[in-house]
């Protein structure tokens, strides 16, 4: 099994470009989320989804975007980039029974300039 | 809705020796799961151990266990015999009805 594949690793923006980070896990989990990590800094909820065609916001979600079409992909666009989404992302995933742990990509360094 | 509280920023334990790292939450809740993952440089975030609100027993996973307080809503984390490879972010996380909410992260420094 693949587990959450992350893509891209790395990448490198313009400020005011858009882009998609992809996400996908074949694990049937109907939870997924996304993270951003901001150096020494934990993580903080940007969007979740509870199961196909569901989402909703998390503790920053402005300037993103994110849809769940199928159960396995849970893409974040970032609309118009700006150098404050400077960060590492991650995508995770899991059951949404409490006592399942959370599986996480291997995140994403987004630098924007 | 809930939050999770590391207090500690940053950790330094000397190697062979023991150090606990402290955790502690919110919620309203009854039935929830707590977590202590590991993020390592290499910023694979790694289950470390878990906890089920229902048992009073603590958690154990080789040379880590938890002190889990319910009533005063604290999960600390120790880590027993503590090695170079131990060095990381440990982030606690609770988990109750769908989405998780994790602390802010203890950076673990280990000294040879």
């Known amino acids: 099994n693949a587990g959450v594949t992350q893509t891209p690793k790395f990448q490198v923006l313009k400020t005011g470009q858009s882009m998609t980070l992809q996400c996908a896990q074949d694990?049937?989990?109907?939870?997924m989320s996304w993270y951003r990590q901001d150096p020494g800094m934990g993580l903080r909820l940007i969007h979740y989804?509870?199961?196909?065609?569901?989402?909703d916001q998390g503790e920053v979600p402005n300037g993103y975007n994110v849809s769940r079409s199928t159960t396995e992909d849970f893409p974040l666009r970032l609309l118009s980039a700006a150098p404050s989404q400077t960060s590492v992302y991650f995508c995770?995933?899991?059951?949404?029974?409490?006592?399942?742990?959370?599986?996480f990509g291997q995140g994403t360094r987004l630098t924007v300039v | 809705a809930q939050t999770v509280t590391q207090s500690q920023p940053e950790m330094s334990v000397q190697e062979a020796e023991t150090v606990t790292l402290s955790c502690t939450y919110d919620?309203?809740?009854?039935?929830?799961?707590l977590f202590w993952y590991k993020q390592p440089p290499s910023r694979q975030m790694i289950l470390v151990i878990r906890?089920?609100?229902?048992?009073?027993q603590n958690a154990t996973e080789n040379r880590f266990s938890v002190n889990f307080q319910k009533a005063a809503k604290s999960f600390s984390l120790k880590i027993s015999d503590s090695q170079l490879g131990d060095a990381a972010m440990y982030f606690c996380?609770?988990?109750?009805?769908?989405?998780?909410?994790f602390g802010d992260g203890t950076t673990l420094t280990v000294k040879p």
């Open positions: 919620t309203s809740e009854s039935d929830y799961y």
């Open positions: 906890q089920e609100a229902y048992k009073q």
């Open positions: 995770a995933s899991s059951y949404s029974n409490p006592g399942t742990e959370a599986f």
């Open positions: 694990m049937n989990h109907e939870y």
């Open positions: 989804s509870v199961g196909a065609g569901i989402t």
């Open positions: 996380a609770f988990k109750g009805a769908g989405k998780s909410t």
